[in-house]
Every structure is written in structure tokens, then in C-alpha cells.
Nanobody
Framework: QVQLVESGGGLVQAGGSLRLSCTAS????????MGWFRQAPGQEREFVAA????????VYAVSVKGRFTISRDNAKNTVNLQMNSLKPEDTAVYYC?????????????????WGQGTQVTVSS
């Protein structure tokens, strides 16, 4: 079993930056793909970014590409999401996710482990 705990959410003005972190415990973190999803009120959970087991491959949603950067530190069991040039439409609860395999997916149903979520609010 894998436990994921997010931190770093908060309130920021449009154009600002936030850095989300996720710390994993339990199963071998270094063999798992990691990702971030988000869910706004009344909307489905959507893919944001993912990184493979080694950190050598990353994938982003079109809406965040060029503004967000995902990274991982396997020695510290952490995955981070650096969010720059934030927009009001980025407002959502952000969830850290892990897979039991090392390659990524953009489909929420293909992820095995989830954190409790952290709120990100971007004011205009």
C-alpha cells in the first residue's frame, strides 16, 4: 500500500506561483509513476501532469504546458508540481496520484493511489 500526502496549496493572485509537494510512504516509490490531477467544483477530475519512475519522461495537459513543471526526488520519496503564471481557471483541488507501474497515464481510472487533495485558489 502507498500513502500520499500533499502540501503547498493556498490562495494566490493571477500571474503568481505555487509549488505543490507530495510525499509518499509505504511501497517502493522509485518504481512508480507519479502524477497530479485536479478537480474543480461540479467538474470531473482531470489530468494535469505525470512523470515516469525515473523522471526521464513527463507529460502535461495542454492547458498547463509551459506553465507547470513536474519533478521527483526518488531519494526523498517526493514529487513536486511547480505552477507558474497561474490563472483563475487553475482553481481546483489538486490531487497527487501514484501508479503500481512505472509508466504514466492520463486517465484517472488507471491510477492506483491518491492523496487527500490540497486546495489551490487563484484570484483575478
Amino acid at each position: 500500500q502507498v500513502q500520499l500526502v500533499e502540501s503547498g496549496g493556498g490562495l494566490v493572485q493571477a500571474g503568481g506561483s505555487l509549488r505543490l509537494s507530495c510525499t509518499a510512504s509505504g511501497r517502493t516509490f522509485g518504481n512508480s509513476a507519479m502524477g497530479w490531477f485536479r478537480q474543480a467544483p461540479g467538474q470531473e477530475r482531470e489530468f494535469v501532469a505525470a512523470i515516469n519512475w525515473s523522471g526521464g519522461f513527463t507529460v502535461y495537459a495542454v492547458s498547463v504546458k509551459g506553465r507547470f513543471t513536474i519533478s521527483r526526488d526518488n531519494a526523498k520519496n517526493t514529487v513536486n508540481l511547480q505552477m507558474n503564471s497561474l490563472k483563475p481557471e487553475d482553481t481546483a483541488v489538486y490531487y497527487c496520484a501514484g501508479r503500481s507501474v512505472g509508466y504514466t497515464s492520463t486517465r484517472p481510472g488507471e491510477w492506483n493511489y491518491w492523496g487527500q487533495g490540497t486546495q489551490v485558489t487563484v484570484s483575478s
